[in-house]
């Protein structure tokens, strides 16, 4: 069992944005872990924001065979900017956003264990975002190169490339600052009694997240040091001319993009297994299973990266290891989708908002889950490699996956937050607009992709365009939709009815139970015993 | 030295390893 150990002292808690500064310079200077929860997710909307115009004009030019609107090389720029913009400024913020705010208030802590860090771990966010879209005001333009980064592309690109890689160590250092205050704060500052198997899975689920942070992202850094080294500094990792490989790139690059999906997917499992209990009024169904599944899979994402690079020429051997390591990630996957399902069954059921978004959850990440297992298949994915099919399914991951999981966090804790509710309403309507229209986009792209239509292209044969029309008309639509999300929150922030002490009436969690709604500025300054 | 200033040198010194070691191993797998 572990204690809490407060190093702050009471003076400088007074310090955390509450006593000494308004205006801006609370926001600037705040070391409160609920103050940088809430930069982190507004930071991660705007980016979100940002990430879904450009998604936008990809869908725009798209609608039509023939080139419309833009020019080949600004669609690879915005195919690049989005992947880069969605993936390290939209998704991995908000969920840090999310373990700020909740984790301290879940496990008994007051604060983050190191306070000005968590700051300073938030702060790094504007620079690196401002850093990426600088790159498409310097010569040649933002890097056109796919979020991916491959070499040796990455080596003939403009200053862009340069700009695109110091945001990349940014957001990495960033990402690895955040995971040490994390780990830390869970393993060293836990209530009395809070022990690690009575922790809510959210924090679990943060807990392995951070540590596959701490281990991927120096690779991801590496890689791009090493292109910014090829580029500049006469070095030839990458070049074959110099007795480098392309192929390395990919090898690295993917050792990290691997666990990446789990980084991003992990805390969204969280969020679930927090929400489908609280409105099923019953306790997560197999709660050991669920903590040894997120682990597993957690191990497993380090064996399987080259699933993502079958074309590239490997041994049979080897395609068929990370085809069959691959396929077992299946296994500890469906136990955690099986637990949800069986914590809903025979529960009793309500479907507020958050619990919609989780179902949604349920339903498309089980699907996207089901069209990576096609992809795993080595046969298949040198069919399909590259196609639509692959941009259906991650997006079905990522977006099905993180972001319907964000929202239900969202409607779950807004009135925790901040005191207020949501209309319930309104929120179901966000629901079914951004699930029809999710589907509307991604489903079809399916189609797309086993007929053999290429991803980052801006111009297709005219037999891809019935479902590249309602594809864009989908993306119109559910970007619309987001823009309505923003219209919830700031009218429940405004003028939202008062929220009960405890609106979700199966929430169990500590921030439930013991503390009031709003919660306070300070909380757990005395930490709670638990028996 | 706190605890929290242990954990965190600990997951600071996996993190400067991975990232020093895996471009030092490529560099001098092309010497």
Same mark, same amino acid.
């Given at each position: 069992m572990s204690a809490v150990v407060d190093n702050h002292g009471h003076a400088a808690h007074d310090e955390h944005g509450g006593g000494y500064h308004g205006g801006i310079m609370r926001w600037i200077t705040t070391t409160n872990h609920k103050d940088i929860g809430t930069l982190y997710l507004w930071f991660s909307f705007i980016m979100f924001l940002m990430g879904g115009v450009m998604a936008l004009v990809i869908r725009t030019e798209l609608f039509?065979? $023939?080139?419309?609107?833009?020019n080949p090389d600004f669609f690879n720029q915005m195919t690049t900017m989005h992947g880069l913009i969605m993936v390290f400024g939209a998704i991995m913020p908000a969920f840090v956003g999310f373990a700020n705010w909740q984790i301290p208030l879940m496990i008994g802590a007051?604060?983050?264990? #190191?306070a000005r860090m968590n700051n300073w771990s938030f702060w790094i966010l504007p620079f690196a975002g401002s850093l990426l879209i600088l790159s498409f005001f310097v010569p040649g333009g933002a890097p056109g190169v796919g979020w991916t980064m491959y070499a040796p592309l990455t080596v003939q690109m403009g200053m862009g490339m340069d700009l695109t890689i110091f945001a990349v160590h940014l957001l990495g250092m960033s990402s690895i600052m955040g995971s040490i205050n994390i780990i830390t704060t869970i393993l060293n500052m836990r209530a009395p009694g809070m022990t690690l198997m009575r922790m809510p899975l959210f924090v679990w689920t943060w807990l392995i997240t951070a540590y596959l942070l701490v281990a991927a992202m120096p690779v991801l850094a590496g890689a791009v040091t090493m292109t910014l080294t090829d580029r500049h #500094? $006469? +070095? +030839? #990792? #990458?070049?074959a001319a110099g007795g480098g490989d392309p192929v390395l790139y990919q090898h690295i690059f993917w050792f990290f993009g691997h666990p990446e999906v789990y980084i991003i997917a992990l805390p969204a499992f969280g969020v679930v297994s927090q929400v489908i209990p609280a409105f099923s009024r019953k306790p997560l169904f197999g709660y050991a299973s669920m903590v040894y599944a997120t682990s597993a899979i957690a191990i497993l994402s380090f064996i399987v990266w080259a699933h993502h690079m079958y074309t590239v020429g490997m041994p049979v051997t080897a395609q068929l290891f990370f085809m069959y390591a691959t396929t077992i990630i299946a296994v500890p996957t469906g136990v955690k989708v099986f637990n949800w399902v069986a914590t809903m069954w025979k529960g009793s059921l309500t479907f507020e908002t958050p619990m919609l978004f989780a179902i949604g959850f349920l339903f498309l990440f089980t699907l996207g889950g089901f069209t990576g297992l096609v992809l795993s298949l080595v046969a298949v994915d040198v069919q399909l490699h590259d196609t639509y099919y692959v941009v259906a399914h991650f997006h079905y991951v990522m977006v099905a996956g993180a972001l319907f999981s964000a929202f239900a966090g969202v409607y779950f804790w807004l009135p925790k937050w901040t005191g207020r509710m949501y209309d319930e309403t309104l929120g179901k309507i966000h629901f079914w607009l951004t699930m029809i229209f999710f589907n509307m986009i991604f489903f079809v792209q399916h189609f797309l992709g086993l007929a053999g239509m290429p991803r980052r292209i801006p111009d297709y044969p005219l037999m891809f365009e019935t479902w590249n029309k309602i594809s864009s008309i989908g993306a119109w639509g559910f970007g619309l939709s987001q823009v309505f999300f923003l219209y919830i929150v700031l009218k429940a922030i405004r003028s939202g009815e008062k929220a009960p002490?405890?609106?979700?009436?199966g929430a169990d969690s500590l921030e439930w139970t013991h503390l009031p709604t709003p919660v306070p500025h300070h909380t757990w300054e005395t930490p709670p015993v638990l028996k | 030295m706190s605890r929290n200033v242990k954990t965190a040198l600990v997951l600071v010194s996996i993190a400067l390893t991975t990232f020093f070691g895996i471009i030092a191993k490529y560099w001098m797998l092309n010497q």
């Open positions: 039509s065979p $023939g080139l419309q609107w833009v007051p604060d983050m264990a #190191f #500094f $006469g +070095t +030839t #990792f #990458f070049n002490e405890k609106p979700w009436e | -």
